[in-house]
């Protein structure tokens, strides 16, 4: 038996290996040295599992990512230089947010609440979806905004809440502060009034049932004073 270099079958300089010649003379049978063939190294494509993130009431979601809300409520939010804060939208389950569409500065997507988010590649027809819907959510809010009675605008705003994550139907507009953590505070940042005139409102409109707690959590604006304080609705 003889060694003979298999470099005649093809494989790559530096990749070679011995073969045996069998005793018949057939070229092919692999000697047994011990050593396996080389394998060209290639490169491996990784997957990267999306980035979950669990948040706190307050704590802000990283800049420049995109994300799946899963559970809770994110508020887009900016100040002024008098550190005057003001909202520009609220997010909640199922919502895509993200920061990286935005050219306001100084921007933040800041958590009302707990929150658990997933990083999320969105497609073109999801982006288009997103700056739509934060367009209108920017317009709804600028024309609460826009209301002069103090009373009116925080009925209206109210109103918009309840028709955005709570419930309507025949009986009226039902929704929760406390789910959302909307405080006195941030409802004043929403429709530009100090938390001292929303407390006063909010107790009036209690004594007058304009606002009627249902429940624990949960209040209602009548259908007939809905009527009778319209809120501004897009078309």
């Not at 288009?128 to 609460?144: A, G, N, P, S």
Request: some cysteine.
């Amino acid at each position: 038996m003889h060694l003979c270099c298999w470099a005649n079958l093809g494989l790559p300089m530096g990749l070679t290996r011995y073969c045996a010649r069998s005793p018949g003379g057939a070229d092919g049978v692999p000697f047994s040295s011990g050593f396996p063939l080389p394998i060209p190294s290639m490169a491996a494509t990784v997957f990267t599992p999306p980035l979950h993130l669990a948040l706190t009431p307050s704590e802000v979601l990283p800049e420049g990512m995109n994300w799946r809300l899963q559970e809770g409520y994110v508020r887009t939010v900016s100040w002024n230089a008098e550190g005057e804060t003001f909202t520009l939208a609220i997010w909640g389950p199922g919502d895509l947010v993200a920061s990286s569409t935005s050219v306001l500065q100084p921007f933040e997507l800041q958590c009302l609440t707990t929150v658990v988010v997933e990083q999320h590649q969105p497609s073109a027809a999801e982006v288009e979806q997103f700056l739509r819907q934060q367009i209108r959510y920017l317009e709804e809010i600028f024309l609460i905004n826009r209301i002069r009675g103090a009373q009116e605008r925080l009925l209206a705003l109210l109103a918009w809440l309840g028709r955005r994550f709570g419930q309507v139907s025949s009986r009226g507009s039902r929704f929760s502060l406390k789910e959302m953590n909307l405080t006195h505070k941030a409802l004043g940042e929403l429709c530009g009034l100090s938390r001292v005139t929303v407390t006063k409102m909010l107790n009036r409109f209690k004594a007058e049932g304009v606002l009627q707690q249902v429940s624990r959590e949960d209040y209602l604006i009548p259908a007939s004073r809905l009527r009778i304080h319209p809120c501004p609705q897009m078309a």
